[in-house]
């Protein structure tokens, strides 16, 4: 259950026509303590709950569970969360043998567009789309928890 991310800023709208497929998410934080956050996630019609663990050094890798929770008790459970929901549009691109999550954001981090592509080992080689930009993996301030009390707007 550990998780290797690696995570660009997005520099064009480019990734757009490249996408596969898209999902609206809306999600809270439960808890969201450096050592540890606990997040609740609709996406379309389904409910989620995810434990993170603290990330390695490097921003790399993480402990990560996850698991699928009815929707309504979603809806419940995000009333609980601590202010700043996040709320953004995710779309898939395929690239090579990869899936780029790119996370376009709405409301207090509007404007901020964000990929991820979830690799098997940190040194694993991929493919680098066009629009892919700057590299922020390990940068804290474009973690989601960090989003929901620091939004992009504020910076």
Known sequence: MQEIER???VNSNAYKSEASKSKRIS??????HKERTVRVRII??????TI???SSESGLSRFEWE???PYEEAKTLLKLCEPGRIEKTRYYINVGQHIFEVDEFYGDNQGLIVAEIELANED?????????GQEVTGEVK??????????????
């Open 7 to 9: 995570k660009f800023l």
């Open 27 to 32: 999600q809270g934080f439960l808890n969201s």
């Open 44 to 49: 379309d019609d389904k409910g989620f709950i």
């Open 52 to 54: 993170k663990g603290k």
């Open 67 to 69: 698991t699928e929770i």
């Open 124 to 132: 694993e080689a991929f493919e680098k789309p066009n629009w892919l």
């Open 142 to 155: 474009y973690y989601n928890s960090m989003l929901s009390t620091h939004p992009y707007q504020s910076w």
